[in-house]
Every structure is written in structure tokens, then in C-alpha cells.
């Protein structure tokens, strides 16, 4: 069969696009479009009405270098990890001598007059890091979990300062997801966050926390070497681990704590750090059903809620959109994760299955904390939520990992055309 130099192009474009998932790439640009609507709703009554235009086009701008991602082999990342380690880092590191404060914190990085949020990028650095890292040395072996691990603490401890507690946590889930992945003993996760669980409990139920730390030594005795000597040791750090609990608690700021601690009961509060919560609540609750409708919520449009076109845009989606809008919302957020274990089990080799399980640890997260923390469900941590939420840095992160993702499946198999 002959073809002409037109229809080669042609063919050769198809080919190019053929292992892509439409349906992935269509679910974010949905929640994109939805985001920008809803932004403008919470903003109409504001000076800011420029915030959901602005969304729609940065979305745009992150769909377009999501198709050029897409289409670009992913294993050539491998010759680039450590370079990409050292750029995060580098950056992250600028945040602190050349930063710019908001909100409390030092975050941003000021750059033509936009800020730039460099531990959002970061999340997408660790991912490409560790995905090389294991795909060449997998978690089965005791040296190479710690070497993972040591890896992810240099850029861990850099947003922890800023402080930024949310991404520091995302980073966390992203590496003990990529650990289980990489065939990592489910009982050295464990143990890797026991010493977080033993300071919880030794405030909460000290009794819990006796045995717990117990417990730790056990799964060390099953399955570490030298169990004698790493038996002592778990249950040692997991016995200290409450009044080093008391350590970490001082190093974060106030507002920190108390969205740690007020989610549970917001009412000690009412005025202060407690405040999003119940407004977030109400505004949830009032949405009913099927929603008060889009700029007709009273919650959202009076501006009862701080953040509410950023953290808390979930709130104003429950309360104008009510319990059908918001499980919609939800099931969309579902299909996209069911997409990504899809793509991660397909994967033609252990590099790009990593790549797509970190970015599908780092989009769960961010789902489940986001959306638990608007209703009282999870601490309130300043985590956006995916595609929804207005953040520049965040919007484009994620279309990054989106096209990361959507190369994996677009190069797991070609078809040959012939002439």
C-alpha cells in the first residue's frame, strides 16, 4: 500500500496520540472548567472577578503542556533525575533567603511579578527521583528503602521550615505509596510511621501507647535482621516518640496547631481558629440536596468563609451545587484514580508504573484531605484541591503529572504503519 506524503503525516500523528486515555485527559479539563466557574461565583462580589478567567486560561496553558508531555517519551526523565533533585532543592532553598511571606508562611518565590510556589514543583521532582531510584533499585532490601527515604528528606525538611505542613505531608504519603509499589515490607511502613501514631497516642490513651510501642517491636522482631538488637530500637523510639511528639509540636506555628487540633472540636473556637470549619460546615449543610444555585449561596457570596476560591472551594461547591453536585464531583475524582491504577498496572516497565502510583498517591491525598478537612473530617492543612481550586503553581503541577501519567500510557506499545 503506497501513501502519499500527506496521508503519511497524517498516519504518523495517529500514531503519535494512539496510546493516549482520552477519558483521563477529558476528566481533569472538566474539573478545570468547573473550577473556573465556581472560583467566579465565590469572587463575583468581590474586586478579584478576574480569578475564575484567569484559572480557565492558566488550565489552558497546563492542558497544552500536558499533550506536549504526552508525547514525549517519559524514559528520557531517567537522564535527568538528579538533575531534577538538585533543581527542587536549589529552589526550595531560594524560598528561604529570597522568599515571599503570606499567610504566615514563606512559600513563594516572586518571579515578573508572579509568585511562584516551589514546593508544589517538588511534588512532581520526588516523584521522577524516586521512580528512577526504584525502578533501578527496588524497595525489597532494607538499604534500598533507606536510601529512598534519605533521598526524600532533604527536599521534606525544606517545606517542612517554610512552613508548609500540607505539602510536607503529601510528600510523606508519596514516598510510603512508592514504597509499597516497589514491593517495600508493608511492616517497615509501619514502622516508618509508628513513631507519628505513638506520639498521638501517648496524649490521647496512654495504655494505647504501651501497647502499641510493643506491637512495633514485634513486627521488628518478624522482619528486620539483627532482631534482638532493631526489636530494642522500635520499641525505644516508639516509647520516646511522645515526648519527641512534644518537640515537633513546638516547632509549628500557632495557626498550625490549631488547625491540627480544632477540627475536632471547631465550637472551643468559635471566632478564631475554629471559624473556617463551622462556616464551611454550614455552608455544606445548606446546600441540601440538590444546591442553592450557582451565585445563590449565602455563605459563599457574603464571604463567610476565608479562602473559599482556594482550600476551601469545596464548601462553595456544596453549598451551590448541594449533595448531588459535590458527589458528582467526587465519583470524577474516583474515575481519574481508577484510571491511574489502570495506566500504573499496564505500564510497559517499573519506571513509568512508579511515576503514575506517585502521582495518583499525591492526587489522593490531596482529594481525601482537602474535601474530609472542609467537613470536619481531617485537620485543616492547606492542601488545594486538584484542578478545583485557584493556585497557579498547584494548576500547573498537576497538568504536569497529568502528562506524565498520560506518556506511560501513550508509549507502553506503538503499532507500526507501513508504506
Known sequence: MFLTDAQKQWRSLAVGWQGVDWVLFGLPVALTIFGAVVIYSTQQNTDTVAYGLNHAILGAIGLVLALWIARTRYENL?????????????????VIFIGTVGLGAQRWISIGGFHVQPSEFAK?????????????????????????VGVTVVPWVLVFIQPDLGTSLVFGVITLAMLYWANCNPGWLVLFVSPLVA????????????VWS???GLIAWFTLPWRWFCTVLATAVNLVSGKLGDVMWSLLEDYQKDRLILFLDPDKDPLGGGYHLIQSRIAIGAGKLWGQGLGQGTQTQLSFIPEQHTDFIFSAIGEEWGFVGSM????????????????????????????????????????????????GLAPITGIPLPW?????????????????????????HRLKFTD
Not at 484514580?337 to 499525591?362: E, H, T, Y
Open 388 to 412: 478545583l481550586s485557584y493556585g497557579r503553581s498547584a494548576l500547573l503541577t498537576n497538568f504536569i503529572a497529568l502528562g506524565m501519567v498520560e506518556s506511560v500510557a501513550n508509549f507502553r
Open 328 to 375: 458528582v464531583v467526587i465519583a470524577v475524582y474516583w474515575l481519574i484514580c481508577f484510571r491511574l491504577v489502570i495506566i500504573a498496572q499496564n505500564a510497559k516497565d517499573d519506571f513509568g508504573s512508579l511515576l503514575v502510583i506517585g502521582v495518583l498517591a499525591m492526587i489522593m491525598f490531596q482529594v481525601v484531605i482537602n474535601i474530609g478537612m472542609t467537613m
Open 78 to 94: 531517567l537522564n535527568w533525575q538528579w538533575i531534577i533533585y538538585a533543581v527542587i532543592n536549589l529552589l526550595l532553598l531560594a
Open 214 to 216: 510493643i506491637a512495633m
Open 199 to 210: 506520639a498521638i497516642l501517648f496524649h490521647l490513651l496512654l495504655p494505647g501507647w504501651l
Open 124 to 148: 512532581i521532582g520526588m516523584i521522577v527521583t524516586l521512580a528512577a531510584m526504584l525502578s533501578r533499585r527496588d524497595a525489597s532490601t532494607l538499604w534500598g528503602v533507606l536510601t529512598a
